[in-house]
């Protein structure tokens, strides 16, 4: 089956610096990779989604690239603020699936 | 915005009870997700649901769990005979379809089993 591998799993950034966050992916016939952020005790929250015939997705502060090539995909968030601080998780979708697989999760601390 | 809603937030259940988790999907979905998360961990996918029956299931999803679509609104998740490993956060999602949709999860019910 699929399996969702990310790094790092913590990351500190200061106020304003660019935070990345990778995922690679074993299964080349997953088509949709969805980014979450997770505050304290709360929902996972859909920031960003991609799907497998789009290269780069861009939001605001927020953008993804996917290689699926190289079976792997990425968060970039620039500008960072200290509300950006959370657990983000990666997932990704087998073509006809409809189970999200999750990494293992990235702690960002954004300090100021 | 439309939410997924979650009920109980907490349940507290001593070990071999049933316990039932109730979730109110978006209205205008169609596909309906329970996934756990234990503490500090990854979320796992437990099962999917369309049309009334379900549509993919995962390993963790085994014969104590079973899954019910109520009536119009409510989806609900029953574990017949917990054990203390079902100690977890559990989130229930929906989607509007299956394919490359987005999942939206409600807030959670946080299951301790004693």
């Known amino acids: ?112 | 915005e439309p939410e997924v809603t979650q009920t109980p937030s907490h349940q507290v259940t001593q070990m071999g009870q049933e316990v039932i988790l109730r979730c109110v999907p978006i209205s205008n979905h169609l596909y309906f997700y329970w996934y756990r998360q234990i503490l500090g961990q990854k979320v796992e996918f437990l099962v999917s649901f369309y049309n009334n029956e379900i549509s993919e299931k995962s390993e963790i999803f085994d014969d104590q769990f079973s899954v019910e679509r109520p009536d119009g609104s409510n989806f609900t998740l029953k574990i017949r005979s917990t054990k203390l490993e079902d100690s977890a956060m559990y989130f229930c999602a929906s989607s509007v379809l299956g394919d490359r949709q987005p999942q939206h999860f409600g807030d959670g019910t946080r299951l301790s089993i004693l």
Do not use: M
Not at chain 1, 60 to 87: G, M, W, Y
């Open chain 1, 1 to 112: 089956g699929e399996n969702v591998e990310q790094h790092p799993s913590t990351l500190s950034v200061q106020e304003g610096d660019s935070a990345v966050i990778k995922c690679t992916y074993s299964d080349s016939a997953s088509n949709y990779f969805p980014w979450y952020k997770q505050e304290l005790g709360k929902r996972p929250q859909l920031i960003i989604d991609i799907r497998s015939n789009v290269g780069e997705k861009k939001d605001q502060r927020i953008a993804v690239t996917l290689n699926k090539t190289a079976k792997h995909f990425s968060l970039h968030i620039t500008e960072t603020q200290p509300e950006d601080s959370a657990v983000y998780f990666c997932a990704a979708r087998v073509q006809a699936g409809t189970a999200l697989i999750f990494g293992k999760g990235t702690t960002l601390s954004v300090s100021s």
